[in-house]
């Protein structure tokens, strides 16, 4: 794939090779990411941070990670501070916003909203998540930290365990890694949700023509096997309202004590974030936090390095990052 001016929407447009080309330049990314170098290689350069919908770990790391590139970010936040809420259209507001800007980071809570607003931009375009569609650049950090977490156990992608559970119709994250798995040997999935709730079957279609083996339940039956344990958070700003999110929460619960009794030593627990932490969610606790085997915090700081890579790589730049190093 050439990277070099593309817009990065969906996890359909890598391949094996593409990913792994991507996590190799996400590797030389570290030593900038950990300040132990610095590079002024997109000095000058503008990224636009469009977020119209909330967000803590994408936007903030999009950001950081184009200021430890040397650039600067513009932003804006919620729908009601943009001319979008006056009725603008996503074109006019990317057509506008890409002669500011030398890219383009965006979220948007409708699904297909940001390849709608890519065909009015003249820059680059990064999904940062639309609706319950995608979320690619959280898919490959995801994907990323799964290669690191099961390298450390000398294990691979290819032949690994994956258990899924919560909101797997809603959670955007759950959809994109699936379909980036669908590059990989031999996955097993097992995919535990309220039936009401389950994975969309374009991402089981995908499953099923990777040939990888899935089995659906509604009950934490299956795990004691799982390389990879992936948490997701009941999506409540998908649902009609509050009270309808409301009688999902709290039924797929992990702490420590059934970590201990049903979960093989050194299952990784992963989750997006944010976890919903209210005891009536609680769907990862926090007697969690000292086990070494919580990867959610290593996972959000490789949304850096994922995201200082995806710059580099559709800025054209990936070269010229030692380069332009300076003082520390
Ligand atoms: N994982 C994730 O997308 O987090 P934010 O909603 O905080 O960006």
Not at 8 to 20: A, G
Not at 235 to 241: H, K, T
Not at 254 to 277: A, C, E, F, G
Not at 287 to 296: G, H
Request: hydrophobic fraction near 35%.
């Amino acid at each position: 794939m050439n990277f070099t001016g593309s817009n990065i929407l969906s996890v359909n447009q890598f391949d094996r090779d593409s990913v792994e080309y991507i996590f190799s330049v996400a590797d030389k990314m570290q030593p900038y990411a950990r300040r132990q170098k610095r590079t002024k290689v997109l000095e000058g350069a503008i990224l636009g941070n469009l977020f119209f919908e909330p967000s803590t770990r994408t936007r903030v790391s999009f950001g950081t990670a184009f200021n430890l590139l040397g650039g600067e970010v513009r932003e804006t936040t919620g729908m009601e501070s943009s001319a979008i809420a006056k009725g603008e259209s996503l074109y006019d507001t990317a057509r506008v916003l890409s002669s500011y800007s030398d890219v383009i980071a965006m979220r948007h809570p409708k699904s297909g909203s940001v390849a709608e607003f890519s065909e009015g931009s003249r820059v680059p375009v990064i999904n940062g998540g639309d609706g319950a569609n995608e979320h690619p650049t959280q898919a490959l950090l995801d994907l990323y930290t799964i290669e690191k977490e099961l390298a450390y156990h000398g294990q691979t992608i290819d032949n690994m365990h994956i258990c899924m559970i919560g909101d797997l119709k809603y959670g955007r994250t759950v959809h994109s890694l699936s379909k980036l798995l669908t590059m990989y040997k031999n996955v097993r999935f097992t995919l535990i949700s309220p039936r009401e709730l389950s994975m969309p079957s374009s991402v089981l279609d995908a499953l099923d023509t990777a040939g990888h083996a899935f089995h659906i339940t509604e009950t934490m039956e299956g795990i004691v096997d799982a390389d990879i344990v992936y948490q997701t958070r009941i999506q409540q700003e998908r649902f009609a309202s509050p009270q309808d999110a409301d009688q999902y929460r709290g039924r797929f619960r992990l702490n420590q004590d059934i970590y201990t009794k049903h979960y093989k030593p050194n299952t990784v627990i992963m989750h997006p974030l944010p976890r919903d932490s209210r005891s009536e969610a609680n769907e990862l606790d926090n007697d969690l936090n000292q086990n070494p085997n919580l990867a959610i915090f290593r996972q959000a700081d490789n949304g850096v390095l994922i995201r200082m890579a995806l710059f580099a790589l559709t800025l054209g730049v990936v070269d010229q990052v030692d380069q332009y190093e300076c003082p520390v």
